[in-house]
C-alpha cells in the first residue's frame, strides 16, 4: 500500500515523523523519507542490512544507551511477548543451547545453580513427589542388584523377589 503523498513541511506542521514525496530517492526508492534527517526508509533499511550497518547496531546495543533501551525493550509488554516468542522458536533454542554449551553459558549456569535462588529450586525438587519417587526406584534397583549378586555380601533371593514381585504390581 502506498503512503498517502505529503510534503515534508506539512508532515513537520502536523508532528508527523515521516513525510512522502511519492518521488524515488537517488538509489530508486519510493519510500516514505524521516522529517528530521530526510533520510530514506528504503535507505535506510539498506544500510541497517549491510555490514557497516549491523557493526553499528552493534556498537549502539553495547552502549550504556543501547543497553538501557533494549532492557526496556524486553521489559515491557510486547517486549517480553516477543522475546518469549523467540526463545520458542527453533533459532531461538538453538542460540540458547549453542551459549549454554559456550564458557560465558557455562558460568551462568554454575552460578545460577550454587545461588541461593538455585539452592532453593533444588531443595523443592528434592522435597517433590516426582524426585522421592525417582530416588526410591533408583535405591530399589541398587539394592536389587546387591541382592542378585552371588558375590555380594547381601545376596537375598527371597528379597529380590520381594522387589521383583513388588515392581510387577506396579509399584516401586
Ligand atoms: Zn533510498
Known amino acids: 500500500m502506498m503512503p498517502r503523498i505529503i510534503s515534508r513541511a506539512a508532515a513537520k506542521r502536523r508532528g508527523l515523523k515521516r513525510y512522502f514525496t511519492g ?3 537517488i538509489h530508486g526508492h519510493t519510500h516514505e523519507r524521516i522529517v528530521s534527517s530526510r533520510c530514506c ?5 539498506a544500510y541497517n542490512s549491510s555490514p557497516k550497518g549491523r557493526a553499528r547496531m552493534t556498537r549502539y546495543d553495547r552502549a550504556p544507551k543501547g543497553r538501557e533501551r533494549r532492557w526496556k525493550t524486553n521489559h515491557s509488554p510486547k517486549g517480553r511477548d516477543s522475546l518469549w516468542r523467540y526463545h520458542q522458536s527453533p533459532k531461538g533454542r538453538e542460540a540458547q543451547r549453542r551459549y549454554d554449551q559456550a564458557p560465558k553459558g557455562q558460568d551462568r ?4 545453580v550454587h545461588s ?9 525438587y528434592q522435597r517433590s513427589a516426582k524426585y522421592q519417587n525417582y530416588r526410591r526406584g533408583y535405591e530399589n534397583a541398587e539394592r536389587l542388584n546387591r541382592y542378585l549378586d552371588p558375590k555380594s555380601s547381601d545376596f537375598n533371593m527371597d528379597r529380590a523377589y ?11
Open 109 to 112: 549456569i554454575w552460578r545460577r
Open 23 to 25: 518521488k524515488p530517492c
Open 116 to 124: 541461593e535462588v538455585g539452592k532453593e529450586t533444588r531443595r523443592r
Open 162 to 172: 520381594a522387589i521383583i514381585a513388588r515392581r510387577q504390581r506396579g509399584g516401586r
Open 41 to 45: 526508509l528504503g535507505c535506510q533499511r
